[in-house]
């Protein structure tokens, strides 16, 4: 009598680990690069309805100039499949493109120095996103690569509401601001928010593709590798003079202090103490 092996299906895991080994992340530093990328989301976006045809055939605005700003390219066997574009805090720059359109509950952390990963520009190659249904998993990687490399304490994800179950289901985030008019986009966006160090080891139990070694984000991130040095010794030095600060609570309406309430007729960056901190350990 024969034994037939029956091969166990593959899991959702297995599967997103098998397309990471065909993956690139590439950082888009040249004309080339970025023009590419700036292609990409103009056939993405005018596909979605959000923009208008643009007679350039291209889509960027001026927060791809920052410098507190990583553009990369997602390639699957050498093609552009998708791109990301990251804004992170930063000592010499604090602007980002969430915090223009939501400051008044971004802004009081923001002001107090809270460091924060925005992620925006999220579009992907139409072929590739049918041929790759694993694809937003890996491109979602990217930001959560940089929140463990510059010790980020919010991961932000400003989205249509149809792309919120996807945030909360995968990585736990929260709605906290309903949706508002978005500049250059033709469809409202709403807030949405995740507390890092609270759930990095949660999400490295049920999603081990999430985890990196230092070498691979240093690889991505070298470019703001001094800002990041001048971050942590920034901190270093609060933490020898003793400054503390309320740990932030995510919430409707404003990021704010937990013990803290806005006082009535106060708002945004005037709800917040101005005090020294250091992050969480």
Known sequence: MSVLAVEAPESFVDRVDRLLERVDYRRADSTEERTAIFRLRHEAYLREGAIAPRLSGEFSDPFDDNEN????????????ASSIRLNITLPEESSFPTLDVF???????????????????????????????????VTVRLPWMASEYFKADFLLAAVRPEHQAFYKRLLGHQVVCEPRPYPNLQKPISLMSLDYASARERVHRRYPFFRSTYFERRMLFERGLDLAQRTRRDLSSRRELGFDAPRYLIGRGALMPSGVGPTPGRSGLDAAPLAPHRRPA
């Open 69 to 80: 700003t990583w553009i990369f390219g997602v390639y699957v066997d050498g093609e552009l």
């Open 103 to 137: 400051p008044d509950v971004l802004g009081a952390a923001v002001h107090a120095g809270k460091c924060f990963v925005d992620p925006t520009r999220f579009v992907a190659d139409r072929a590739a996103s049918r041929r790759y249904p694993e694809l937003p998993y």
